[in-house]
């Protein structure tokens, strides 16, 4: 979660930090501030819900650096929320102030929130390259460090926490890390940098214990409640007093609070006599009085500093050397996944969400630029999200529910302490009358819950916008009607997982047929959103939207060592990307279609985290050329001006076939498939709907189909030639 202030003072003071010239090395990335560094940094769109695109030609350009200067990136991130719930408060606080950011960004005013799928861009990009990555089940900094320390290579991350860690080869702060800014001869390229290393820190200081500075840390972080006995401290010991040496003759006054407390932490030989000082002065209830107790002040801080006693064994190093799975703690609830889906969180491939529904019943959804004074964009979406929680805690009928049974994972409760289950006093409305009404069910600690049709309910605490403020929802999980399980997902055909994809989107195979494998999961979430989205988007946001896939379609075979296509299709390029939204354009942004777009982007996240969860019985689409936000509002503008979709696209063209396609194989999947299914947010009688979508064949129309596949593959193909 970082330390307050350590940041801005370490770099205050050259000291602390020393030039190195980085090439041929390890280097263990903590990717999670690596997206928020590249995104931010390099000024990307915030407004239309981001650009794919231009991040990942960024990232792909930062890896090529590294491969220049013969780097070996190792990439490590975070996953869901910390069980032990520590750090629940500050997770709520930031979320509150993005809901505040995103509306800032909405008025052409300054923030800072990242786009909904960019941390799934990432992992694809870092895929397709081939770099190895690891995502742990809660945050990372701890593995990082192990990692780092056992190869003796650096961290590259924006994390203060590793001002604490004792990493021998160090940290190298993005901020430094001059990736665009190659030196050297050819042979010998490198990246200027600067490197942290914490004995340096310790020797400003008068040679001070190391084993300290962990006890500074947990008094100024904002994790542990130890904050605010930081005051008081402060206000009893007296730095100038000390006549120390090891402050370079600065006394109290121009001190920051950071730098008093290292002044006078350096005065004691160990920790333990720190910790007993601390008491002391603190006093009161929490601090002497119950010194040497369990509970007592000094055994709260002993306990956070522990936070930082890295291991010389790092427990995530077998990943990356035979892509064994790091042994999880008994009492982890992610201990209770299959295998099948722990494999996937550590590639991963499965979302936050995911984990943090399972073993919290919890989630957090992600801020993104809207129009606040509508409901939150993730309304749209909550069929979705409902259908992955039923299957996630819901257990099989008849199944034991002991051990690693089937069922299992609805006993997480026990290691969260029933905490933020459904029930838990009044309330439980969601927005727009969710459950309105109706009596939140308490589930026993530990009970086995009984699937769909039976008495008792499942409720995850959804935590999203309500106008300016976060609120927390009850959100009924509800399981699908083939009523398939977590633990029988991995001897569920991939046949019957689609069906399931399918019917919750409420689409019907049928109609993807004539759609390339690849953009089907795109297409049928396209149709879910026409048909849940609130306003009812517009046919030219529908066309502007189709049309930016078309551009990916054409702009993905248009990099480096990709055929090149025929003139016409090269032409359908151009004119489509001089459609976009342009940096100085950017103020005048059409706050309808942000958040019709936003409603999209939702459903689409959401899909991803279900089509995951069912172990991908669609593939996942390439985000990067998926959706661009100031294209795909420049192609919305441009509609909106009068110029036609025809007149982008040339008759006859392949792309423009491709694009009647989409737009019609969107419009029969915006009918709804399975009107008895999920989709009101509540559960329906079963026997009214026309039959499983997913379960059926394609009915006429096979031929054409078949016929715009064939000659869309052939425009991709490595066989195509100009001539």
């Not at 009523?483 to 069906?499: P, T």
């Not at 991803?608 to 991908?616: A, R």
Request: aromatic share 8%; hydrophobic share 40%; proline share 5%.
């Amino acid at each position: 979660m970082g330390v307050h202030g350590l940041t801005t003072y370490v770099e205050s003071n050259r000291n602390f930090l020393q030039d190195v010239r980085f090439r041929d090395s390890r280097l263990v990335i903590d990717g999670c501030s690596l997206f928020f560094r590249l995104y931010f940094h390099h000024g990307l769109d915030q407004q239309h819900g981001g650009d794919y695109d231009a991040f990942a030609c960024l990232l792909t350009q930062f890896l090529s650096a590294l491969e220049t200067c013969n780097i070996q990136p190792y990439v490590v991130l975070d996953g869901g929320m910390d069980p032990s719930d520590k750090k629940f408060a500050t997770l709520r606080q930031r979320l509150q102030s993005k809901i505040r950011e995103a509306d800032s960004i909405s008025h052409g005013r300054s923030g800072s929130v990242l786009p909904i799928l960019i941390g799934k861009v990432f992992i694809q990009v870092l895929a397709q390259r081939g770099i190895p990555l690891i995502q742990c089940s809660a945050e990372a900094d701890w593995e990082i460090a192990c990692l780092a320390r056992q190869w003796n290579c650096p961290v590259l991350t924006n994390d203060s926490d590793f001002y604490i860690f004792d990493l021998p080869a160090g940290y190298l702060p993005l901020r430094f890390f001059q990736w665009s800014n190659l030196n050297g001869k050819a042979s010998q390229r490198y990246i200027p940098s600067r490197c942290y290393i914490a004995n340096n820190l310790c020797r400003w200081f008068g040679g001070m214990n190391r084993e300290l500075l962990p006890l500074c840390a947990v008094l100024i972080g904002n994790d542990y409640g130890a904050p605010k006995h930081t005051e008081t401290l402060l206000a009893h010991i007296d730095v100038s007093a000390l006549g120390r040496g090891n402050a370079r003759g600065r006394g109290r006054a121009p001190a920051s609070r950071i730098e008093c407390l290292l002044i006078w932490l350096s005065s004691f030989p160990s920790v333990t006599e720190a910790l007993a000082e601390v008491s002391r002065l603190i006093d009161g209830e929490a601090g002497a009085g119950k010194r040497g107790q369990k509970g007592g002040l000094s055994s709260q801080l002993w306990v956070a500093m522990q936070e930082y006693n890295i291991k010389a064994q790092s427990p995530i190093a077998s990943w990356f050397s035979g892509g064994t799975l790091p042994p999880r703690e008994k009492a982890s609830g992610l201990a209770q996944l299959p295998e099948c889906l722990s494999l996937a969180a550590a590639q991963g491939q499965l979302f936050p969400l995911v984990l943090d529904a399972f073993v919290m019943q919890r989630a957090l959804l992600i801020p993104q630029v809207e129009n606040s004074k509508l409901a939150s964009s993730h309304c749209s979406s909550r069929a979705i999200r409902q259908a992955l929680y039923g299957i996630l805690l819901y257990k099989a009928p008849n199944s034991a529910s002991q051990g690693q049974g089937t069922g299992a994972q609805v006993q997480m409760q026990g290691i969260r302490g029933g905490r933020g289950r459904g029930g838990r006093g009044g309330g439980g409305r969601g927005q727009e009358g969710l459950n309105e009404g109706a009596a939140i069910k308490h589930v026993a600690k530990g009970a086995p819950v009984q699937s769909h049709g039976f008495s008792s309910s499942v409720f995850v605490e959804e935590y999203d916008r309500l106008d300016l403020n976060l609120k927390k929802n009850q959100v009924e999980a509800i399981i699908p009607r083939n009523q398939i399980h977590l633990h029988g997902l991995s001897q569920a055909s991939a046949a019957v997982r689609l069906g399931v994809l399918l019917e919750v989107l409420g689409v019907k195979q049928s109609a993807l047929a004539p759609v390339p494998l690849h953009l089907q999961l795109a297409v049928a979430v396209t149709g879910f959103w026409v048909r849940e989205a609130i306003p009812t988007p517009s046919q030219p946001a529908l066309q502007a939207l189709v049309l930016g896939m078309i551009y990916g379609e054409l702009a993905s075979n248009n990099q480096p060592g990709a055929t090149r296509r025929k003139p016409v299709e090269g032409s359908v390029l151009s004119a489509l990307d001089g459609q976009r939204v342009r940096p100085g354009e950017r103020r005048g942004v059409d706050l309808g279609a942000v958040h019709c777009f936003s409603q999209w982007q939702s459903c689409l996240w959401s899909a991803l985290c279900l089509n995951q969860l069912l172990l991908m019985p669609l593939p996942e689409p390439n985000l990067s050329w998926l959706f661009s936000g100031t294209l795909v509002h420049g192609l919305l503008r441009c509609q909106k001006a009068g110029r036609p979709v025809d007149s982008l696209l040339p008759g006859g063209s392949l792309s423009g076939q491709l694009c009647s396609c989409l737009l019609n194989a969107v419009k029969d999947c915006s009918f709804k498939a399975n009107p008895s299914s999920l989709g009101s947010g509540k559960k329906k009688k079963r026997g009214r709907g026309r039959g499983r979508g997913g379960r059926g064949q394609p009915r006429g129309g096979g031929r054409v189909s078949e016929e715009i596949n064939n000659r869309f593959a052939f425009l991709m193909s490595e066989e195509e030639s100009d001539d």
